[in-house]
């Protein structure tokens, strides 16, 4: 059974500037002796979350014997705090429950939140009277899919504005909101994949963030694949792109999310 789990158990920060939307939850896929949980992130511009890109990617990663749970975060109108808020949180809701390892996945713009999540992160606030407050947000891994990781360079417009609206053109913004500027050694080890064909998030998003990462020794998986247009999700219409979840599955049991 699919539960669906509150992230706050009252209102949840930023809620006064999207009053209309629902209060993010996370939705359980999980695996019965699992050590690890990865949060999957549905791409959607930040504008909406693409439903394959949500509960097909959960029961895809159960295949790999890890629990996963879908994350339903803010979107367009919010406030651009929001959805990092949110993912930070999942990641302290889900280590909560006994997990050793949290990951976090995302597609697109769900991959920019994604990143974000692995590079604005703290080790929780041990005074604090929220319990969940208490637990780390630092992902174990992440695994950004055809990410909008820069908000700088090769980046996709309408994410931008959709996330930061009216600070759309601030540079000190986009700078915090794009993945590639803000690695440091701590950032947690990457799977990423692309298609070199992408035509609405370039595939430099990707190559730029192999950089960083490489730079600070941070270790990381990385596909490009040739062929295959954006928003794939499985990529099952795209055989050769369709081995990346497969891919995905091995490296998550190699960094020992799998059950015992």
């Known amino acids: 059974m699919n539960k669906l789990i509150s992230l706050w158990e009252g209102t949840a920060p930023y809620t006064e500037f999207s009053p209309d939307q629902d209060q993010p939850t996370l939705k359980s896929f999980c695996v019965p002796g699992s050590k690890g949980a ?4 549905p791409g959607g511009g930040y504008q909406k979350k693409s439903a394959h890109e949500g509960d097909p990617i959960a029961m895809k990663i159960n295949e790999a014997g890890v629990s996963a749970f879908v994350l339903d975060y803010r979107v367009y109108p919010c406030h651009k705090m929001a959805p990092l808020s949110d993912a930070n949180r999942a990641v302290r809701v889900v280590r909560s429950l006994g997990y050793e390892k949290v990951g976090i996945l995302g597609f697109s713009a769900g991959g920019n939140l994604c990143v974000n999540a692995a590079t604005h992160f703290d080790l929780g606030n041990p005074e604090s009277d929220d319990p969940i407050e208490r637990y780390s947000s630092r992902p174990d891994a992440f695994i950004p899919c055809y990410a909008v990781v820069s908000m700088v360079s090769y980046t996709h417009r309408g994410t931008v504005v959709s996330l930061l609206d009216k600070d759309a053109d601030s540079l000190k913004d986009r700078r915090f909101f794009s993945g590639e500027l803000n690695v440091t050694p701590e950032t947690p080890p990457a799977f990423l994949w692309h298609t070199a064909e992408d035509g609405a998030v370039p595939v430099e998003n990707s190559l730029m963030l ?5 730079k600070n020794g941070v270790p990381f998986e990385l596909h490009v694949f040739p062929d ?11 055989p050769h792109a369709a081995q990346w979840a497969d891919l995905m599955n091995r490296w998550l049991i190699k960094m020992g999310f799998s059950a015992e």
Request: glycine residues 16%; without cysteine.
């Open 38 to 41: 990865v949060i999957v992130l």
């Open 210 to 214: 192999s950089f960083a990462l490489s």
């Open 228 to 238: 295959g247009h954006h928003g794939l999700g499985l990529a099952q219409s795209v």
